[in-house]
């Protein structure tokens, strides 16, 4: 794809997804990474509904900490890998206070040092939380990337490598919401809705839907 047709692609999600934001409900920092955490394997709607309860009891890393593992399994039960994720959390917790004053990291190396913070979510927390240009490729943004042609390649980093020189500078804030949203509603794995996809024609996917 050409560096014309790459700036008018994301112009034209940019005019589609004007507010481009997470879907993960979060206030503060540390509750944006522990909603992380949990979404692995899992859909933002699942974490939403477990967090909501669990954010108003224990919403900072000495809360969630003092709740142990078993009371955090109970707020957390309903996502996938629920058990692994709650032992990753309370060491996370126990970092934070430890190392940190209990607050999140803003660097990748001192974030990937958490249990269960992995590159992925490392870069969900520095674009979303503290607006770095990163971008946190998933299995949406995979796709969207490898189908259009914007950014090509075989793995994850391979792709994330890829879509940090393609993106015009001025989108590389956003580019990660845009992607992920405009793949987890348009572009999507199954059924794709290209006849309704604002990015249709630059597009080079061989296998578009009528």
Same mark, same amino acid.
């Given at each position: 794809?050409?560096? /014309?047709?790459?700036?008018?692609?994301?112009?034209?999600?940019?005019? +589609?997804?004007?507010?481009?934001?997470?879907?993960?409900? $979060?206030?503060?920092?540390?509750?944006?990474?522990?909603?992380?955490?949990?979404?692995?394997?899992?859909?933002?709607?699942?974490?939403?509904?477990?967090?909501?309860?669990?954010?108003?009891?224990?919403?900072?890393?000495? @809360?969630?900490?003092?709740?142990? =593992?078993? !009371?955090?399994?109970? $707020?957390?039960?309903?996502? !996938?890998?629920?058990? /692994?994720?709650?032992?990753?959390?309370?060491?996370?917790?126990?970092?934070?206070?430890?190392?940190?004053? !209990?607050?999140?990291?803003?660097?990748? @190396?001192?974030?990937? @040092?958490?249990?269960?913070? !992995?590159?992925?979510? @490392?870069?969900?927390?520095?674009?979303?939380?503290?607006?770095?240009?990163?971008?946190?490729?998933?299995?949406?943004? $995979?796709?969207?990337?490898?189908?259009?042609?914007?950014?090509?390649?075989? /793995?994850?980093?391979? =792709?994330?490598?890829?879509?940090?020189?393609?993106?015009?500078?001025?989108?590389?804030?956003?580019?990660?919401?845009?992607?992920?949203?405009?793949?987890? $509603?348009?572009?999507?794995?199954?059924?794709?809705?290209?006849?309704?996809?604002?990015?249709?024609?630059?597009?080079?996917? +061989?296998?578009?839907?009528?």
């Amino acid at each position: 794809m050409k560096k /014309t047709q790459r700036s008018e692609l994301f112009e034209r999600l940019q005019e +589609s997804i004007p507010e481009p934001v997470t879907e993960l409900k $979060y206030r503060t920092r540390f509750q944006l990474l522990v909603a992380v955490i949990l979404s692995a394997q899992a859909t933002d709607v699942s974490v939403n509904r477990a967090t909501r309860p669990l954010f108003r009891v224990a919403a900072t890393p000495q @809360a969630i900490h003092d709740l142990g =593992v078993v !009371g955090l399994k109970h $707020y957390i039960r309903s996502i !996938g890998l629920f058990n /692994t994720k709650a032992v990753n959390i309370i060491k996370t917790c126990s970092i934070l206070l430890e190392k940190h004053a !209990g607050r999140v990291p803003c660097d990748r @190396a001192a974030l990937e @040092a958490l249990p269960g913070v !992995g590159r992925k979510t @490392a870069n969900v927390v520095l674009n979303t939380a503290f607006g770095e240009p990163t971008i946190a490729v998933d299995t949406h943004i $995979y796709r969207v990337s490898n189908r259009t042609g914007l950014a090509k390649g075989r /793995t994850v980093l391979a =792709v994330e490598k890829a879509l940090l020189r393609a993106t015009p500078e001025r989108y590389l804030k956003n580019a990660h919401h845009l992607l992920i949203l405009h793949g987890r $509603y348009t572009c999507r794995a199954r059924a794709p809705l290209c006849a309704q996809c604002v990015i249709n024609s630059l597009c080079q996917w +061989s296998s578009k839907t009528a």
